[in-house]
């Protein structure tokens, strides 16, 4: 659990599942860097994370491998709707989610904390008014969560 002091809360918030968004978040082209997975290693020891994918460029598994998550391969029509009731399922109040395509605008708006990345895919506006921050890379959105005194200070009214 990451706790968060945010605006209009009396009391820190618990902050115990991260969702990402796969490609043009934590990936380009189907790659992860190799400084996001070790990120994404150390917030595993906090925050229970989740990967939401439609696979565009397949081999997300292979990808993945050796970073303790939950895959989610999204099909179909409704990959909104798909991600934002992915969010509720886990208890959109004690969930972060981080993206930048126009089918995160819903998790983006519905978690506790959302945060947009604008990086070489660029973002959607839709998902941009839905964020609660927005960050240039996901190397600095996934620091935010490992110093959450910088949320603090970013979120303060």
């Known amino acids: 659990m990451i706790n968060i002091k945010m605006p209009g809360e009396d009391k820190p918030v618990s902050i115990g599942h991260l969702v990402l968004d796969f490609?043009?978040?934590l990936a380009l082209d189907g790659k992860i860097k190799s400084e996001v997975r070790e990120m994404l290693s150390e917030l595993s020891h906090q925050l229970r994370i989740h990967i939401l994918t439609a696979d565009t460029f397949g081999?997300?598994?292979?990808?993945?491998?050796?970073?303790?998550?939950?895959?989610?391969?999204?099909?179909?029509?409704?990959?909104t709707e798909q991600k934002a009731g992915y969010?509720?399922?886990?208890?959109?109040?004690h969930t972060a989610c981080i993206g930048n395509g126009r089918n995160d605008s819903a998790m983006l708006k519905k978690s506790k904390l959302g945060i947009l990345v604008i990086q070489e895919e660029g973002a959607a506006s839709e998902s941009l008014l839905?964020?609660?921050?927005?960050?240039?890379?996901?190397?600095?959105?996934?620091?935010?969560?490992l110093h959450p005194l910088r949320l603090t200070a970013t979120l303060r009214p």
């Open 23 to 25: 490609n043009g978040t």
């Open 59 to 79: 081999g997300v598994e292979n990808e993945i491998q050796g970073i303790s998550c939950t895959l989610k391969t999204l099909s179909g029509a409704g990959q």
């Open 87 to 93: 969010v509720e399922n886990l208890g959109a109040e």
């Open 130 to 145: 839905a964020a609660d921050i927005v960050c240039t890379d996901i190397i600095v959105a996934l620091q935010l969560l």
